[in-house]
T-cell receptor, first 117, second 114 residues
């Protein structure tokens, strides 16, 4: 069972370049999210989705785009990379239901370490 | 939106002792869940424990327990009998019921000393 798969694991971009971070989950989860992790700041929510065709902005959406055409996939697009976007990016998914014993905890991918030079 | 505060950037504990990691939260919603995650040096996010806002008893999962004080809006993680493998970053998170806007605190780096 693959869970949440992120690609690539590492990426170096030049300022101004664009790229797409891929995220796929095979657990049929309705909810998917993107976070960035920076030292001392924890995980900050970039964008999230509650189902195919539905996305919303989180805390730090500027410079990023998302779309959700299928339940499985939730790609994150950097439109014009900036050094401030150097970070570790995590994709997460969770079921919509609220299970009594575990809420609906988020399952995370392994992360993508992005460096913008 | 909800806010999560972890005021301890770093903590040290002696092996086999217990340690408490602090977490306070702020929300106007009545139905919500609180989560703790562990992030070892390898980088993956590992779910540890969950507490629902309507749960009357504190959650426990093995050596992890959650000291939930709803009136004070705190959800502290207690790790009993610390092990060297517990050295990691620990994140507190919160999500409102039926909402995918899940927010995290800044984290606490726990170091277990032999």
């Amino acid at each position: 069972n693959a869970g949440v798969t992120q690609t690539p694991k590492f990426q170096v971009l030049k300022t101004g370049q664009s790229m797409t971070l891929q995220c796929a989950q095979d657990m049929n989860h309705e909810y998917m999210s993107w976070y960035r992790q920076d030292p001392g700041m924890g995980l900050r929510l970039i964008h999230y989705s509650v189902g195919a065709g539905i996305t919303d902005q989180g805390e730090v959406p500027n410079g990023y785009n998302v779309s959700r055409s299928t339940t499985e996939d939730f790609p994150l697009r950097l439109l014009s990379a900036a050094p401030s976007q150097t970070s570790v990016y995590f994709c997460a998914s969770s079921p919509k239901g609220w299970a009594h014993s575990k809420g609906s905890e988020a399952f995370f991918g392994q992360g993508t370490r992005l460096t913008v030079v | 939106a909800q806010k999560i505060t972890q005021t301890q950037p770093g903590m040290f504990v002696q092996e086999k002792e217990a340690v408490t990691l602090d977490c306070t939260y702020d929300t106007s919603d009545q139905s919500y869940g609180l989560f703790w995650y562990k992030q070892p040096s390898s980088g993956e996010m590992i779910f540890l424990i969950y507490q629902g806002s309507y749960d009357e008893q504190n959650a426990t999962e093995g050596r992890y327990s959650l000291n939930f004080q709803k009136a004070r809006k705190s959800a502290n993680l207690v790790i009993s009998a610390s092990q060297l493998g517990d050295s990691a970053m620990y994140f507190c998170a919160m999500r409102v019921y039926n909402n995918n806007d899940m927010r995290f605190g800044a984290g606490t780096r726990l170091t277990v000393k032999p």
